[in-house]
């Protein structure tokens, strides 16, 4: 079993949708999880932090369920812009304390 | 501040040839990783850092070194390159190991060998 899984989409969807993406993790001792965003195979950028009790950003929830060992995101009223690879991530002490990332799901947001 | 800086931006290798990619930060981040990445697929942890004078193997490891002599460089070492290693490289670097730490991605270096 792969340690971060993700759905790897493609999600088409118009503007103005709201969508979901869920991701599962083995570790059950992990315990910094984040929310990376990644456009045309350029380097991932930090979209959020997921914290314990969830959080939001603008348009962007994030929610943790601990006893279920997934996290998600959901993204209100998509933009256009908002088309990108999401990327799960979460740390790992396979490696020391290191941070794994999911393969992604793919977002298009159509007009 | 320039963050975590890789170069080259592209590089073209024949098989066989070695090169060293180049990561410098200037976060005065103690963590430092090397990952790659294969067309549709995640981000793979080659080697990482804990600090100057420690490092570690990652994921996949094999085909490559590396060295961490001062806080601020990294550099990927790739000896007697195979196709197997035509990928995206990406250098990132963390402030610390503890919860809710951030990784800070460089541009990426994009290998093609053949």
């Known amino acids: 079993r792969k340690e971060v899984e993700q759905d790897p989409g493609p999600f088409n969807v118009p503007e103005g949708a709201t969508v979901a993406f869920n991701c599962t993790y083995s570790?059950?001792?992990?315990?910094?999880f984040f929310w990376y965003r990644q456009d045309c195979r350029k380097e991932p950028k930090l979209l959020m932090s997921?914290?314990?009790s969830g959080n939001e950003d603008g348009r962007f929830t994030a929610q943790l369920n601990r006893a279920s060992q997934y996290i998600s995101l959901l993204i209100r009223d998509s933009k256009l812009s908002d088309s990108a690879t999401y990327l799960c991530?979460?740390?790992?002490?396979?490696?020391?304390?290191?941070?794994?990332f999911g393969a992604g799901t793919i977002l298009r947001v159509k007009s | 501040n320039a963050g975590v800086t890789q170069t080259p931006k592209f590089r073209i290798l024949k098989i066989g040839q070695s090169m060293t990619l180049q990561c410098t930060q200037d976060?005065?981040?103690?963590?430092m990783y090397w990952y790659r990445q294969d067309p549709g697929m995640g981000l793979k942890l080659i080697y990482y850092?804990?600090?100057?004078?420690?490092?570690d193997k990652g994921e996949v490891p094999n085909g490559y070194n590396v060295s961490r002599s001062t806080t601020e460089d990294f550099p990927l070492r790739l000896e007697l390159a195979a196709p197997s290693q035509t990928s995206v490289y990406f250098c990132?670097?963390?402030?610390?190991?503890?919860?809710?730490?951030?990784?800070?991605f460089g541009n990426g270096t994009r290998l093609t060998v053949t």
């Open positions: 991530v979460v740390n790992s002490y396979v490696y020391g304390n290191k941070l794994v």
């Open positions: 570790n059950s001792a992990s315990q910094s």
């Open positions: 997921v914290y314990s």
């Open positions: 976060m005065n981040h103690n963590y």
């Open positions: 850092s804990v600090g100057a004078g420690i490092t």
């Open positions: 990132a670097s963390m402030a610390r190991g503890g919860v809710g730490s951030p990784l800070h």
